[in-house]
């Protein structure tokens, strides 16, 4: 299994089957509006900017299940991303990342990465939280916090997963060495 076997929502409703990004360096990642990781989307357009004429995309995926960070519409949120940030990478439909409603493809994703940690000072505050939320956050592959980050290579398969708290630098850094 990989990336290519499955279908998503767009914010309009229509099927989009990843198959259509084969040959292309995908990173996804779940986001939310109201989130102190939220200027992130800045650095998210900034490495498309630089890499998309290289074969990068960005699969964005807003999601409401941590402290209800993504109200709205997906429509209010794409205005607010491309008003606030100029986001010109596609945002698919609002999701569930985690539990018995996460899509089939989060289903993939958290089943095929472990977490690794948060990073700096964010990630003890971070760390204090989730563990509220699941006290085995450590040892299970759930996503903890929005704006986790899976890179998948040019055949679908996944590379790295990137928490929250890891610097955007070192997510350039990877997405740059599998162009």
């Known amino acids: 299994m990989n990336l290519y076997d499955f279908t998503v929502k767009t914010r309009k409703g229509a099927d989009v089957a990843l ?15 109201g989130c102190g990781f939220t200027p992130q989307y800045k650095e998210l357009q900034e490495i498309y900017d630089a890499c998309k004429d290289k074969g990068f995309e960005i699969l964005d ?47 993939w994703l958290t089943a095929n990465t472990k977490f690794d940690g948060f990073n700096g000072p964010a990630g003890l505050m971070l760390s204090g939280v989730v563990k509220k939320m699941d006290k085995d956050y450590k040892n299970n592959g759930n996503i903890k916090w929005n704006f986790t980050k899976f890179l998948i290579d040019r055949e679908g398969n996944i590379v790295a997963r990137y928490e929250p708290t890891v610097g955007m630098d070192k997510v350039r850094a990877a997405v740059e060495a599998q162009l």
């Not at 607010?80 to 990478?89: L, N, S, V, W, Y």
């Open 19 to 33: 198959s259509d990004f084969k040959g292309k360096v995908v990173m996804v990642v779940n986001t939310a509006t």
């Open 61 to 107: 995926f807003p999601c409401n299940q941590f402290a209800d960070q993504a109200p709205g519409t997906d429509e209010e949120i794409h205005t607010f991303c491309t008003g606030r940030f100029g986001i010109t990478f596609p945002q698919y439909a609002k999701i569930d990342v985690n539990g018995e409603n996460a899509i089939p493809l989060y289903q």
